[in-house]
């Protein structure tokens, strides 16, 4: 893939969300990097990030495929997935934000306890949130998913929490 076409992907995925930018590849064949930090078994890869590069080589008549990298296979750690995006060693990455603290403060306050009910609801508040506030925070990228979820919720066996 050559370098201009790989920096104009510039991905992003945090925890929250993935980047990825469409309509560059319009001929040729491309094979996208997607890099994360989980296992492979992991849900986010098995109904999301599987899922989603399905799709894109079934609507690309497989111009373009997804080759994903779990576990930090193309190496470094979770807090340096944001600039191996911006750097092109990985075309799309997943990560959450706050694996780097301080870096993305605008942001973070999406990841906060009792911030959201939903992960729909929260998800759809954190992208406009970010659309309107911080996609400064995301410079030399192209986000194309930021999202909550439900699994950060706390859970006190069936006992409500009225002080602290």
Known sequence: MNMQFRKSLAPL?????????????????VTLK????????????????????????????????????????????????????????????WTVPTYQAGRFLKSEVFELPFMTKTAKGGSRAFWEYVQKYSLDE??????????????AELHFAKKNVATL
Request: include cysteine; charged fraction near 15%; proline fraction near 5%.
């Open 138 to 151: 995301f410079k030399g990228t192209k986000l194309i998913l930021a999202h909550v979820h439900d699994g």
């Open 13 to 29: 995925a945090v925890s929250l969300g993935l980047t990825f930018a469409a309509g560059q590849a319009a001929a040729q064949e």
């Open 34 to 93: 997607v890099h994360h930090f989980l296992g492979p078994q992991a849900t986010s890869q098995r109904l999301l990030l599987g899922p989603w590069c399905e799709k894109i080589a079934k609507e690309s008549n497989n111009r373009m495929k997804c080759q994903i990298y779990p576990a930090m296979q193309l190496g470094g750690t979770p807090p340096q997935l944001f600039d191996q995006a911006k750097d092109g060693v990985a075309d799309i990455i």
